[in-house]
């Protein structure tokens, strides 16, 4: 439990580092960019974070684990220092440039470390405890962000990441090694994790599930335009996530996490496809909720994918991919909302969005049905 709690921290300590950069766009603004330029400099750190996706693969193969998470905290450490100078445009750009490739790096690092720390036995329970470092973000680091903003404690709000990436170096330190660790695992080639793994499937089931997950991104602008509460959403979001992280736990060791991957997929499409559908705060909490509980079991089912599907050896490889196509539906849905929504409007958008992710779901549950058969898993 001890390592639990560890790798629960460093999970809070990285995504806090992330987070708080949710208000960046407020802080950039009131300093005097204009909103499209805070937008590009908001990007940049997830089109950095995608390509890094990549290059964490590597750098814990070439590097070690441990040491890959240390000197991408130490760059996020030295990035969120240099945003109390920074006064430019692109100055700004470049402290987003690396600060989103040291998160990505430090993210696949953290990730691989724990799909060969933890038993098989125990691993989707403990991904999923793992993860609710990830969620309390949302109720912790966010709105002290938001509330320091909001009094004018700039300075405040920059030294946030600061700590955060700081807590990340102490913790990268602080984790036991393991044997696969730098100079004594052999890595294998992308080959033998094509030959040995179901890539195609883990690459599918990431793209889809990450093309509903980024729908939350859209949904406060979304329920505004509906006259409603974005909050009864996003809060309704987070409990539904903590209720079946917690409640539902022993669920997560009795069953193989793939064959579940689809199901909650489907959870989350439907509800997401209700959404635009909601007369009242009180529905649309309900909505949340449930697209809660289907994300609470879908995103550390994922996770698990890359320990349960591939051989140690291959595990960084696994990581990769895994965060790779995740993050990629962060940039294939402003492509399609961008296309749909003067069509059809938001709501309609969102309900074609729904749609799609619904047939995605049954089309994932589909797959790893059949794989589950073929297996004999």
């Excluded at 995608?50 to 760059?75: H, N, P, Y």
């Excluded at 602080?174 to 030959?195: H, I, K, M, N």
């Excluded at 196509?325 to 069509?343: E, R, T």
Aim: charged content about 10%; proline content about 5%; hydrophobic content about 55%.
């Amino acid at each position: 439990m001890r390592l639990i709690a560890y790798l629960i921290a460093t999970t809070w300590a990285i995504y806090s580092c992330s987070n708080v950069f949710f208000l960046f766009a407020p802080y950039l603004e009131r300093s005097g960019f204009p909103p499209e330029d805070a937008g590009v400099l908001v990007g940049a750190f997830y089109g950095a974070t995608t390509l890094a996706r990549v290059l964490g693969g590597w750098a814990v193969e070439r590097a070690g684990i441990r040491r890959a998470m240390a000197a991408s905290a130490f760059l996020c450490l030295g990035a969120a220092l240099l945003n109390f100078t920074a006064s430019s445009f692109w100055f700004f750009l470049w402290i987003r440039l690396v600060m989103g490739c040291a998160y990505g790096v430090f993210v696949v690092a953290l990730t691989t470390y724990q799909s060969l720390v933890i038993p098989e036995e125990i691993r989707g329970l403990a991904f999923a405890f793992i993860t609710l470092g990830a969620l309390s973000c949302l109720f912790t680091v966010v709105p002290l962000a938001d509330w320091l903003l909001a009094q004018g404690h700039d300075k405040a709000f920059l030294a946030l990441p600061v700590g955060a990436a700081l807590l990340c170096a102490v913790l990268a330190f602080r984790l036991p090694p393991v044997t696969s660790d730098a100079g004594e695992q052999s890595w294998g080639t992308w080959g033998e994790f094509c030959r040995n793994s179901p890539y195609w499937r883990i690459a599918a089931s990431c793209v889809f599930f990450g093309l509903c997950d980024a729908s939350i991104v859209y949904i406060p602008a979304l329920v505004l335009s509906m006259g409603l509460a974005p909050s009864s959403f996003v809060v309704a979001n987070g409990l539904g996530a903590l209720a079946m992280r917690t409640l539902a736990r022993g669920f997560f060791n009795r069953h193989p996490r793939y064959v579940f991957a689809g199901p909650s997929l489907l959870i989350m499409a439907v509800f997401l496809y209700l959404t635009p559908l909601a007369e009242d705060n009180l529905e649309l909490f309900a909505y949340g909720f449930f697209y809660g509980v289907g994300m609470g079991y879908g995103f550390p089912a994922h996770l698990a994918l890359i320990g349960d599907l591939a051989p140690a050896r291959l595990r960084a490889k696994s990581s990769t991919l895994v965060y790779f196509c995740y993050d990629v539906s962060f940039f294939l849905l402003p492509v399609i909302m961008g296309f749909v929504a003067p069509m059809l409007g938001k709501t309609g958008a969102f309900q074609l969005l729904g749609l799609l992710c619904i047939a995605s779901g049954v089309g994932v549950t589909a797959m790893w049905a059949l794989f589950a058969k073929a297996s004999g898993r």
